[in-house]
């Protein structure tokens, strides 16, 4: 089945770039997502890519697609103590219905 | 819209009772998501309805766990017995169908129902 894998873990310094990976196996992707879980919450969505960009900037986020690797990177500039949350890379499919998480990385961002 | 709504937020129970999760999705969506989020195994899809009927529940882990949805409105989910190994924060997400250019999908996710085992 599909998979999508991120690493658990990343802490960065306020003001800090932070650069969160995602890598996934199915070429047959339509968009890819990124969403952002606070403590206690839901998921929420953050931004998403087509799948035949290369880029999407918006704002302090920059998604990156490199669909021959299958390699799905989301930039936060400028990090801030209120990034500190869960972000999840996920796939959805020609058939639209379902969606395919990883399992989320923990963005600890230290002051 | 409030937004999808959960209840309850946070669940204690004993090993062998019953538990009911309940999800009103935002209306006019007609699709709805139950998921199941643990620090071992990260989120997983447990069942996803569209127009109230169950199309996949490939991800429900075992009999014990069942899901109905028997209005646009409303849907639950069901572990009878329990077991500690069910504790876990749960999802309802719910979404419809863009068409046309830009039809990417958003789902929109509760804030989670808390289930504790003991």
């Known amino acids: 089945g599909e998979d999508v894998e991120q690493s658990l873990f990343l802490s960065v310094r306020e003001g800090d770039s932070s650069v969160i990976n995602c890598t996934y196996t199915?070429?047959?992707?339509?968009?890819l997502y990124w969403y952002k879980q606070e403590p206690g919450a839901g998921l929420q969505l953050l931004t998403y890519?087509?799948?035949?960009?290369d880029m999407k900037q918006d704002q302090r986020l920059t998604v990156l697609l490199n669909k021959k690797d299958k390699h799905l990177s989301l930039r936060i500039a400028d990090t801030q103590t209120g990034d500190s949350a869960i972000y999840f890379c996920?796939?959805?499919?020609?058939?639209?219905?379902?969606?395919?998480f990883g399992s989320g990385t923990k963005l600890n961002v230290k002051p | 819209d409030a937004g999808v709504i959960q209840s309850p937020r946070h669940e204690v129970t004993e090993m062998g009772q019953e538990v009911t999760l309940r999800c009103k999705p935002i209306?006019?969506?007609?699709?709805l998501f139950w998921y199941r989020q643990t620090m071992m195994r990260g989120l997983e899809l447990l069942i996803y309805?569209?127009?109230?009927?169950?199309?996949?529940d490939s991800g429900m882990p075992e009999d014990r766990f069942s899901a109905k949805m028997p209005n646009a409105s409303f849907s639950t989910l069901k572990i009878q017995p329990s077991e500690p190994r069910d504790s876990a924060v749960y999802f309802c997400?719910?979404?419809?169908?863009?068409?046309?250019?830009?039809?990417?999908?958003?789902?929109?996710f509760g804030p989670g129902t808390r289930l504790t085992v003991l």
């Open positions: 997400a719910s979404t419809t169908r863009r068409t046309g250019e830009g039809s990417y999908n958003e789902q929109f």
């Open positions: 199915d070429s047959s992707s339509t968009y």
């Open positions: 890519i087509f799948s035949n960009m």
């Open positions: 996920a796939e959805s499919l020609y058939n639209f219905n379902k969606f395919y």
């Open positions: 209306s006019g969506h007609d699709y």
């Open positions: 309805f569209n127009n109230n009927v169950p199309i996949d």
